[in-house]
């Protein structure tokens, strides 16, 4: 879907494109994976890290960061899975929704320190809002494949049921003992009719972090959090942990944008 006072001019082919969409499946109406695959050999990357895509449009390069979902050891034959938000009247991925798949496209990377330290046996809390749950997928599909997957609680707030993401993928880990996980979404919109029939947790993810670490018996001498979306919810969710006595540096932290700062016309 376009904006409708938008006119775009994107371009099928560019110098600086490097890459292919190679497929897309779409999640709901405003969320879909893409998956883009380099043109030459996949450039090695860490779970946690992202890359950035973009197309030029009207002789002008728009592109936009997104953290890669897939295990770096597919990205060669399946290229580097992403998923993406819709953002009505945003600079990209109104762009993004227009391609078709095998259209030409610009991907460069990786950047980003937000990775997994190494061999920590502790349980992993991954709190995640929206589709801040893709480098937490891309972390726990490579240390699967490595046989040595590690303990995970897996939180993912979202304002509606059809927005959880990779739902399919993490139920069934949970439920098969594949991989040993606790999967606890979140819906926080109540009222709203898309969400008749849940029977999960209610409320902003931020708020089911206390009572989660109470339930499981989460502690500082067990577990160790990762946190990836709104810089809001970031926030809350450190602050809740700090004051359960996490010290700071089991508190890893990726923000989506600066706190206070979230760019007109993201996306």
Known sequence: MTDPDRATGIAADAPQYNATLVKRVDESPSLAYFFIKLDGDATPYEPGQYMTIGVVENGKMVQRPYSVASDPGTAGADGYEMYIRLVQGGQF?????????????????????????????????????????????????????EGRPRKAVFLNGVSYVQDIGYRPLLEGWQASGEYPVT??????????????????????????VGPVCEELGLTPDNAIAYICGNPDMILSAEQTLLGRGFPEAQVKKELYWPQGKEPKGRG
């Open 93 to 145: 991925t109104p762009l993004l929704w227009e391609l078709p798949v095998g259209h030409r496209m610009r991907m460069i990377g990786p950047k980003g320190k937000f990775v997994l330290d190494p061999d920590d046996d502790r349980t992993h809390i991954f709190i995640s809002s929206g589709t801040g749950n893709a480098p937490f997928v891309a972390m726990m599909r490579k240390l699967l494949r």
């Open 183 to 208: 999967f606890i979404p979140s819906v926080s919109r109540p009222n709203a009719a898309e969400n008749a029939g849940w029977t999960g947790r209610w409320g902003r993810v931020e708020s089911i």
